[in-house]
């Protein structure tokens, strides 16, 4: 951590900058942002064939599947990268269930009404301790369960015949494909949510610059 000081009219205040999204996660970040905007556009397109003229149904089926396998291997190299990486601790679930809860409705008050009321944020980052309870609980949910979730269902409808016992198993293609669009449904919502959320820093760029750089920005 490196630190900067804040000047006040009548004082300073001594902050710790800190380096909180080292540059193979700024770039998987972007990179998975990219390429689930490309999936949403492409998936409207292929759906809703009559309603969008973006491009034609046979163009936007093969970006979408090759988008798809870029957001796959994309999303190995971040599990990668946080297997080999101390930073995992990011994603550790909390085994003491009433502490983590605790912490948890703390956040959802804060969210709710104390950072409108200037309260003091109930969750200091680390680098090794970024998300907060509410975070780590939906950043659990959306990389281990529904992108793998996503992701399979995807595979799926690309090769039917190959994965005809898979398709089979999960009870027919009209269950892989609900499932699937269920999944876009969801993805929607948290990338709208996900991007609310990036306006809620000391300023509105905050959290946004912290992506490119790399450092979270003093909350003062």
């Not at 907060?132 to 529904?146: A, E, G």
Request: charged share 15%; no cysteine; glycine share 6%.
């Amino acid at each position: 951590m490196t630190a900067q000081t804040i000047h006040h009219p009548s004082h300073q205040v001594q902050i710790n900058k800190v380096y909180l999204h080292p540059l193979p996660v700024r770039i998987w970040h972007w990179l998975n942002a990219l390429g689930f905007l490309l999936l949403i556009v492409t998936g409207f397109q292929i759906r809703y064939v009559d309603l969008f003229g973006l491009m034609s149904f046979e163009a936007a089926v093969k970006l979408h599947n090759w988008v798809g396998f870029g957001v796959i291997a994309n999303w190995f190299l971040w599990l990668f990268y946080y297997m080999a990486s101390d930073k995992v601790t990011n994603y550790h679930p909390d085994l003491d269930a009433k502490d983590f809860f605790d912490r948890y409705f703390r956040q959802v008050q804060y969210y709710a009404w104390g950072i409108f009321t200037g309260a003091e944020r109930p969750h200091r980052v680390h680098p090794h301790d970024k998300f907060n309870p509410m975070q780590k609980l939906t950043y659990q949910f959306v990389m281990f369960i529904s992108a793998p979730v996503t992701f399979l269902s995807g595979l799926m409808m690309w090769d039917v015949q190959r994965f005809a016992g898979l398709i089979e198993m999960a009870g027919g293609i009209r269950v892989v494909n609900t499932i699937h669009v269920f999944m876009f449904i969801l993805f929607v919502f948290f990338i709208i949510i996900h991007a609310y959320m990036g306006f809620l820093g000391s300023k509105p760029s905050s959290h946004f610059k912290e992506m490119f750089t790399g450092y979270e920005e003093p909350h003062v």
